[in-house]
């Protein structure tokens, strides 16, 4: 695997610069929660199981800080004070980075309880064991990836012709991918499957992070607007999608990258599958559907140009949000690390939970 989309070196958190992509490759330094957060909420990383891994480290990266930090030390009631004041600022500044993905919050609940667990012990003994919790959140992400990959490759026929929406690749996840996942698994296991990017606007996710993944792992790929989705279905050129999620409702609705719910109908209308690959922790049964899931508007800077060229008028009033919500009906099947749940609803979701 090429892509480390973050990775821990020399006690700090590095990520990859996900905005300047695919003209410059960076990674940018990470030591406190509040600048994991800024990097969350500016996108410099994306995609809601790699928002999740961030945010364990941003947990970790302030319990090393703070335990380092020697005001917490002249507390009047011990070093654990100002510890604990501390970790709890810095779990609510990185919940506020981002409303949609669910994974932010379960990767911060999970350290959570890891920190309770260890409360009697020092700041530092406290650190480490939330570093170690960190490191672990990062590998089992690869491997429910990769237990995902192998499930959705069953589903593809060779020489498959598949469409995505948006990225949900490796650099949306500690590696490997949810649905680029189930394509380097297909072409692992010796398939050959060729992809067809959407742009997707305004962000360009697809344009320049989907299309830039396939062409390092040599999966051939077509790059397309998102308005060309509909020509490619009926000119029979597409034979599956497979999308990611950040969110999934408990009755099957599907929260992802805005366009995902136009690219659902019209494979529907063209009798095509239409496959979400999400790992179990982006169900989030606590949401009854998809009415209930937050989605968050971005800046309308993002909709009037890209970086730093403007081509709409001034004065126009714009709308901007990141995400939409695909109904259960429209999807063919969940890719989960657990197996394929098709039709998904309330009942067939509860049961991968057991």
């Not at 945010?55 to 070093?79: C, F, N």
């Not at 366009?259 to 922790?281: D, E, K, R």
């Amino acid at each position: 695997m090429k892509i480390e989309t973050l990775r821990w070196f020399n006690n700090r958190l590095e990520m990859i610069d996900q905005r300047i992509l695919p003209a410059a490759f960076e990674y940018l330094s990470y030591y406190t929660a509040s600048s994991v957060a800024e990097g969350i909420r500016s996108m410099v990383v994306r995609g809601a199981p790699a928002i999740g891994v961030a945010a364990a480290y941003g947990v970790a990266l302030e319990a090393l800080h703070l335990s380092e930090e020697p005001s917490t030390l002249r507390q009047a009631q011990g070093e654990r004070v100002g510890f604990n004041k501390g970790m709890e600022e810095g779990f609510k500044v990185l919940a506020a980075s981002r409303p949609t993905a669910v994974n932010l919050f379960w990767a911060l609940q999970r350290m959570r309880k890891v920190w309770e667990s260890v409360a009697a012990q020092t700041p530092q003994q406290v650190a480490q064991r939330l570093l170690a919790e960190a490191h672990e959140i990062l590998a089992e992400d690869i491997r429910i990836n990769k237990a995902m990959g192998a499930h959705g490759a069953a589903l593809l026929k060779d020489g498959a012709r598949v469409l995505t929406h948006c990225n949900a690749g490796a650099l949306a996840t500690a590696g490997w991918g949810t649905a680029l996942g189930v394509f380097r698994s297909a072409v692992e296991a010796g398939k050959k499957i060729s992809v067809i990017a959407d742009e997707t606007r305004p962000f360009l996710q697809g344009a320049r992070l989907t299309a830039w993944e396939m062409v390092q792992e040599n999966i051939p790929v077509t790059l397309i607007t998102d308005n060309m989705a509909g020509y490619m279905m009926a000119h029979g050129e597409v034979d599956a999608v497979v999308v990611g999620t950040d969110r999934v409702a408990a009755n099957g609705d599907v929260a992802n990258k805005i366009g995902t719910y136009m690219v659902a109908v019209l494979a529907q209308w063209h009798n095509i599958p239409f496959y979400v690959a999400c790992p179990l922790s982006t169900i989030d049964l606590n949401i009854a559907s998809g009415k209930d899931i937050p989605i968050e508007e971005r800046s309308v800077e993002e909709v009037k140009g890209f970086r730093d060229y403007h081509w709409a008028a001034e004065g126009v009033k714009i709308r901007n949000p990141a995400f939409d919500v695909t109904p259960a009906e429209l999807v063919t099947g969940l890719i989960t690390e657990r197996g394929v749940v098709l039709k998904p609803d309330v009942q067939s979701i509860r049961k991968l939970f057991g």
